[in-house]
């Protein structure tokens, strides 16, 4: 499975911001001493065998958040927000104004300008966002909150504040990702 270079453009982005650009380059030095793979350049269009961004998200837990892996939620929403705002690269999926258009139209179609692999299903009912995906052969619980986390912030961006659950997870051994976002008052 690969993921589109855009993913560590914004993560680049967003790291630089809050931590310089000089500590980023440093980051990123030591990180291609660890893996030769990262001594090339990553382009938005290049395609990321998606155990090289887990390296990436790995190593920077522990470089800039002291091992903290909980972070993925928070890469996964850093992303969203640089991506997905009006100045973002894929603003263009938030033009809908209908709450049930974006999540089962918009939310799969993310998923798929990102990943090359997995099906991202999509339903809104209830006042609750169900998010599915299958096909996928990474067994990474971090990578899963990355993915919800993405998710969390897109609705949020759209308007919509949401409490998110994990439903069924790969990495514990279910044969799909199933979050739901139950959509809060703002």
Same mark, same amino acid.
């Given at each position: 499975?690969?993921?589109?270079?855009?993913?560590?453009?914004?993560?680049?982005?967003?790291?630089?911001?809050? /931590?310089?650009?000089?500590?980023?380059?440093?980051?990123?030095?030591?990180?291609?001493?660890?893996?030769?793979?990262?001594?090339?350049?990553?382009?938005?269009?290049?395609?990321?065998?998606?155990?090289? !961004?887990?390296?990436?998200?790995?190593?920077?837990?522990?470089?800039? /958040?002291? %091992?903290?892996?909980?972070?993925?939620?928070?890469?996964?929403?850093?992303?969203?927000?640089?991506?997905? %705002?009006?100045?973002?690269?894929?603003? %263009?999926?938030? !033009?809908?104004?209908?709450?049930?258009?974006?999540?089962?139209?918009?939310?799969?179609?993310?998923?798929?300008?990102? /990943?090359?692999?997995?099906?991202?299903?999509?339903?809104?009912?209830?006042?609750?966002?169900? !998010?599915?995906?299958?096909?996928?052969?990474?067994?990474?619980?971090?990578?899963?909150?990355?993915?919800?986390?993405?998710?969390?912030?897109?609705?949020?961006?759209?308007?919509?504040?949401?409490?998110?659950?994990?439903?069924?997870?790969?990495?514990?051994?279910?044969?799909?990702?199933?979050?739901?976002?139950?959509?809060?008052?703002?």
């Amino acid at each position: 499975m690969n993921v589109k270079g855009t993913f560590y453009v914004v993560t680049k982005t967003a790291m630089t911001a809050g /931590f310089g650009e000089e500590r980023w380059n440093s980051f990123m030095t030591k990180l291609a001493e660890k893996d030769n793979y990262f001594s090339k350049m990553i382009m938005a269009i290049t395609l990321i065998p998606v155990e090289k !961004l887990i390296i990436i998200f790995d190593e920077m837990c522990k470089e800039f /958040f002291n %091992s903290d892996y909980n972070q993925y939620m928070m890469f996964g929403k850093v992303g969203a927000k640089y991506a997905l %705002s009006p100045e973002g690269t894929y603003k %263009s999926y938030m !033009l809908t104004k209908d709450i049930k258009q974006f999540v089962e139209s918009s939310m799969p179609k993310i998923w798929s300008i990102y /990943f090359d692999e997995g099906k991202a299903t999509t339903r809104f009912e209830n006042n609750v966002a169900h !998010l599915k995906i299958t096909g996928l052969q990474i067994k990474n619980l971090y990578f899963e909150h990355l993915v919800m986390g993405y998710f969390q912030q897109a609705l949020k961006i759209f308007g919509k504040k949401t409490v998110a659950k994990r439903v069924r997870s790969i990495s514990s051994g279910d044969d799909d990702i199933y979050f739901q976002y139950e959509l809060k008052d703002s």
